[in-house]
Nanobody, 124 residues
Framework: QVQLVESGGGLVQAGGSLRLACAAS????????MGWFRQAPGKEREFVAA????????RYADSVKGRFTISRDNPKNTLYLQMNILKPEDTAVYYC?????????????????WGQGTQVTVSS
């Protein structure tokens, strides 16, 4: 079982940048597909980005393509999300998640373990 802890959230002006990190422990990090999701108040949790075990494949939601970049450092057991050109509609709690799936899932149901989340607020 893997434990996940997110960090790096905060308040930023529109057009700014943030880098989220997700530290993993308790299991072999490189054996999991990793993803980022977000949930705004009153809305369902939605897919943001995901990355395969060996960094060979990434997937992004259309709403963040060209602005966000997912990456991972397997020796450091850490997942990242670089967020640029932030918009007020990016405001949400951001969660990292780990999946034992063979493919790269893009729905919450494909993930087995979740962090507690970190708040990102983008002011206009």
């Amino acid at each position: 079982q893997v434990q996940l802890v997110e960090s790096g959230g905060g308040l930023v002006q529109a057009g700014g940048s943030l880098r989220l990190a997700c530290a993993a422990s308790g299991a072999t990090f490189s054996s999991y597909v990793m993803g980022w999701f977000r949930q705004a108040p009153g809305k369902e949790r939605e897919f943001v980005a995901a990355i395969s075990r060996n960094v060979g494949s990434t997937r992004y939601a259309d709403s963040v393509k060209g602005r966000f970049t997912i990456s991972r450092d397997n020796p450091k057991n850490t997942l990242y999300l670089q967020m640029n050109i932030l918009k007020p509609e990016d405001t949400a709690v951001y969660y990292c998640a780990a999946s034992r799936a063979i493919v790269v899932p893009t729905t919450p149901f494909g993930y087995d373990y979740w962090g507690q989340g970190t708040q990102v607020t983008v002011s206009s």
